[in-house]
């Protein structure tokens, strides 16, 4: 079955790992990525895992001219799973056209580019984000979608809607990937999360804390009606969401599909609290992490966690990894950076 698989993307901190694995499966895989947010050195990481070397090139999706030039070069491509997107939150409200602008436009690039080039199976990377906070726990993809606290978020709730309608109007065939809280690094070190600057989200902030590239960790709220008044969430190893693309795309390429658009939760189905996660780092690591309480983040929702059971049922996939290996795995990676 394996074929050709364009992976937008592809040298960011999900996408890299989903090319490892899909050239474990026999996959050829192509990327493409423009390198704002990622480093191509990430490409011969790849290849030192793999014994594989993906087809690089540096490409910006808003340059539709280059992208239709590209799939002229590369004909023959059987799928495309689309990364490729601007992720700061809180960038994302100061500089809102920013985001609307790369995130939308990308999409729309793309989804033009591959219905000339009559590439017709997309999968989607998007977001428990489009959830807001959920009525009801765990949350399952029936679930209402709520306004988004961010543009970012928006811009995920906007793309899924624009796939589901090219979906409905063209032979193409899409999956839409929620991911819930995604941690942890490739077992081999090679590949991880770079965040640039100062990082946004827990676990890197923890690493770095942990290191002593950072003070103090900062835990946003310890007044949420959780078991320790701290924010729950749904942890899930990059690795284990990984797989899951694989399974996506299998699923569109063995036209497996029961409808031509679907969407799935990638989650483990467990919430950890903020402290959770610092305790069982502490613990697995053997290192102690500087933290403090302060006022809870602006957007923040108290507490999520997914219903994978669709996902499990329908895909074949589970998540493999507890939070000890995810966390280990990410202390690893911020170890091997010193090096
Ligand atoms: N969080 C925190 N300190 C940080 C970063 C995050 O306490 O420096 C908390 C945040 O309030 C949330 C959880 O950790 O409860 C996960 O936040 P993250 O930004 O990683 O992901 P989100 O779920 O917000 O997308």
Known sequence: MPGKILVTG?????GSHTCVVL??????????????????????KIA??????????KLDL???????DFFTDNPGIDGVIHFAAYKAVGE?????????????????????????AGCDKMVFSSSCTVYGQPDVLPVTEDAPLKKAFS????????CEDILQDQVGSTALKGIALRYFNPIGAHESALIGELPLGI??????????TAIGKRESLKVFGNDYNTHDGTGIRDYIHVMDLARAHLDAINRLISKKYKEEYEIFNLGTG?????????????????????????????????KVWADPSKANSELGWKAESGLEDMLRSAWKWEKSLLK
């Open 151 to 158: 543009p970012y978020g928006n811009t995920k709730k906007i």
């Open 92 to 116: 994302s409200s100061e500089f809102p056209l920013k985001y609307y602008h790369n995130n939308l436009l990308g999409m729309i690039n793309l989804l033009k580019t591959m219905d000339q």
């Open 10 to 14: 592809g040298t960011g901190f999900i």
């Open 270 to 302: 467990t919430g950890y609290s903020v402290l959770d996660i610092i305790l069982t780092f502490e613990k697995v690591n053997g290192v102690k992490v500087n933290y403090e309480f302060v006022d809870r983040r602006p957007g923040d929702i108290e």
């Open 23 to 44: 050239l474990e499966n026999d996959y050829d895989v192509l990327i493409v990525d423009n390198l704002s947010n990622s480093n191509v050195e990430v490409v011969d």
């Open 199 to 208: 990082p946004n989200n827990l676990v890197p902030y923890l690493t770095q």
């Open 62 to 68: 808003c340059d539709e001219k280059s992208l239709t």
């Open 48 to 57: 030192q895992i793999t014994g594989k070397t993906p087809h690089f090139t």
